[in-house]
């Protein structure tokens, strides 16, 4: 699990028809202090409603997210699971 | 889940049975402006009927595929599960 | 799975249902003298009450967790299960 | 799943006993083009038959191999599942 | 997969109950010639009664060491489950 800023959005017409009703966002890996730790474009599932600039937890687990949706078919294993507020930290 | 696009196919004549009648494509992971950002050369299974070129969707996750399939022995875990048509992102 | 040194924790009002009563540390792989290994912000759950500055093993896997909550659709990976008083080690 | 070229095998007289009549191969993966990619040596049970020196498709996924061994205490998660005969690229 | 060599053990007096009555051993992963790849110190339980110096096969995999166990619950993904006596490589 890792701190992440959200960044932008996937528009897809031809998909897995369990994908057709998700909004898939694309995420890029932040450290505590809010800085990029990696420009590497991570696509999330978006279970909470976040939104472009937040600074979210993201979640690479397959079994969960299927089990939240209640399809074992559906073909995602990333997803956006809290919104954070505030880092508390001990020097 | 990270996007790739579509660079070629493989041909197999000795494969586990379960690979027989399924198609595999090699990708590569791109940035959500169509660099190139591995030559690593990823081995995919493609669920939605893609081609050389496309851009893409692809999942590491193996339950799912298997799901999907209809099948707990197939030994695959990573699979094309959209085709990309627009990505917006907000600087 | 690996030592970790845990260093703060995270604040969070709008997150998946499942998360709301866990506590989620930030956690620094450090190696058995304890020295960073890397600055990478990991993200874990805490199962056994460990506290900011604890040397702790992590482990990163999905069902074992969900199987100690009880809850299938729980979304989390990483986990603090033992908190490390000594290390061993022959030359 | 990647491409990788066999290399050796490995012989243990003290093991789990799930493994006790299964070969392990040595695998390194290549690329396309069947250069080197990483010379990192990556233990794989053989599904199909192969030897020292084809190129095949190495499988990393845990579930499938216990369900396609018929025993889910085997611990074992990489697997060699295709041996390649032909790559079409399109430059 | 890979080859690894056992360099120490860990001693916890708090932990998750699970893992009271397992060995965790630190391993360092090698190369077919027996040179170290990394000194990443990576915890494995130990499921073959594997000592200090001896070169063995780490697997990581969460669903087989809980089956091996019994125990759906144990938070552990790393095991050591041969131990080798030999390597035929062909150049």
Do not use: C, W
Request: hydrophobic share 45%; aromatic share 2%.
């Amino acid at each position: 699990m890792f701190l992440a800023k959200i960044k932008g959005n996937l528009v897809s017409s031809q998909k897995n028809y369990n994908l057709v009703k998700h909004k898939l966002l694309i995420t890029h890996q932040i450290d505590i202090e809010g800085r990029l730790v990696s420009n590497k474009d991570i696509i999330s599932l978006d279970l909470i409603d976040a939104g472009i600039g937040d600074t979210v937890i993201v979640v690479q687990e397959g079994d969960a997210v299927q089990q939240i949706l209640g399809n074992k078919t559906t073909p995602v294993n990333t997803m956006i699971v809290a919104i954070i507020d505030n880092i508390e930290i001990k020097e």
